[in-house]
C-alpha cells in the first residue's frame, strides 16, 4: 500500500490550500483514512479523519469550522481543503489509512493508522 500526498505550499494568513492523498495497493472505500500533522519540534496530531462509508467525519478542535475532509472513491483518493489558513497551520502534513474500520473514538490516534504518506509542507506566512 501505498498513500502518496500533495497540495502543500507557501500562502499568506487567509488564503486557501487543498491537499491530496491517491492511494494504490488499497481500496479507500474499506479504509479509515485520515490527516496528521506535525510542526517542527511538536508531536504529529491528528488532523481530521473519515470513515470508510463517509458517514463519520472528525476534526480537531483547531480546525473545525475551516478545513474539510472528502473522498473520491472513483479516484481512490482523499482531500483536506483548507480554509482561512492560520500562521499556526504551519506544519508537515501527512496522510494515513487504517486497515480497519475504527470506532470514532480512536480516529485521531496514529497508532490505529498503518499506511503513511510522505508528507506535504504547508507554510502560513505574510
Known amino acids: 500500500v501505498q498513500l502518496q500526498a500533495s497540495g502543500g505550499g507557501l500562502v499568506q494568513p487567509g488564503n486557501s490550500l487543498r491537499l491530496s492523498c491517491k492511494a494504490s495497493?488499497?481500496?479507500?472505500?474499506?479504509?479509515?483514512v485520515g490527516w496528521f500533522r506535525q510542526a517542527p519540534g511538536k508531536d504529529r496530531e491528528a488532523v481530521s479523519a473519515?470513515?470508510?462509508?463517509?458517514?463519520?467525519?472528525w476534526y480537531s478542535n483547531s480546525v473545525k469550522g475551516r478545513f474539510t475532509i472528502s473522498k473520491d472513491s472513483a479516484k481512490n483518493t482523499f482531500f483536506l481543503q483548507m480554509n482561512n489558513l492560520q500562521p499556526e497551520d504551519t506544519a508537515v502534513y501527512f496522510c494515513?489509512?487504517?486497515?480497519?474500520?475504527?470506532?470514532?473514538?480512536?480516529?485521531?490516534?496514529?497508532?490505529?493508522?498503518?499506511?503513511w504518506g510522505q508528507g506535504t509542507q504547508v507554510t502560513v506566512s505574510s
Open positions: 494515513a489509512a487504517s486497515r480497519y474500520t475504527l470506532i470514532t473514538s480512536t480516529y485521531s490516534q496514529k497508532t490505529q493508522y498503518h499506511y
Open positions: 495497493g488499497t481500496n479507500l472505500d474499506y479504509n479509515t
Open positions: 473519515i470513515s470508510r462509508s463517509y458517514a463519520r467525519l
